[in-house]
């Protein structure tokens, strides 16, 4: 798995162990699906259809691993502009520290206005992915949080 999809595929685990957390036993299998075929998987959950190793459940993990693409890359663009600014050499490690537990470096941590932006953009994407509104908006909650708190 390439860099950026293990970018998409951590912050999807993270996401989900507060929005879906019964779906992290199946998430490497529903990720592999998914990155072989992100719109079929997306579009097969959608359906309520197995996701192609049997699952005949109705999965979010294909939805999340979508919306993960998206916020990875806004997370990018914003971390780009700091990064060449403050002359950091690798823009996925600065993306990196943000998932970590521990306290990245000040100037690449997200404001209140681009917490509330990202969350923004997750919602719309969610909602365009056909998710019901609570299922967009824990979504879209959780992949914030899982890199951003005012604490």
Not at 57 to 64: E, G, Q, S, V, Y
Not at 111 to 133: D, H
Request: glycine content about 6%.
């Amino acid at each position: 798995m390439d860099e950026e999809r293990a970018l998409i595929a951590d912050l999807a685990q993270l996401a989900l162990a507060q929005a879906a957390p019964e779906e992290l036993a199946v998430f490497d299998e529903s990720a592999e699906e998914y990155f072989a075929d992100p719109e079929a998987a997306v579009s097969a959950a959608n359906k309520g259809q197995a996701v192609g190793f049997g699952l005949e459940l109705a999965m979010i993990t294909p939805a999340a691993l979508a919306l993960g693409s998206v916020f990875v890359q806004a997370l990018v663009a914003i971390v780009s502009e700091r990064a060449l600014s403050a002359g950091a050499r690798s823009v996925s490690g600065q993306v990196r520290r943000l998932l970590r537990s521990e306290r990245p470096d000040p100037q690449f941590m997200l404001s209140a206005a681009q917490a509330a932006g990202l969350k923004q953009t997750m919602l719309g994407r969610a909602q365009a992915l056909g998710l019901p509104e609570p299922q967009a908006a824990l979504l879209a909650e959780s992949f914030v949080g899982a890199l951003w708190s005012e604490a």
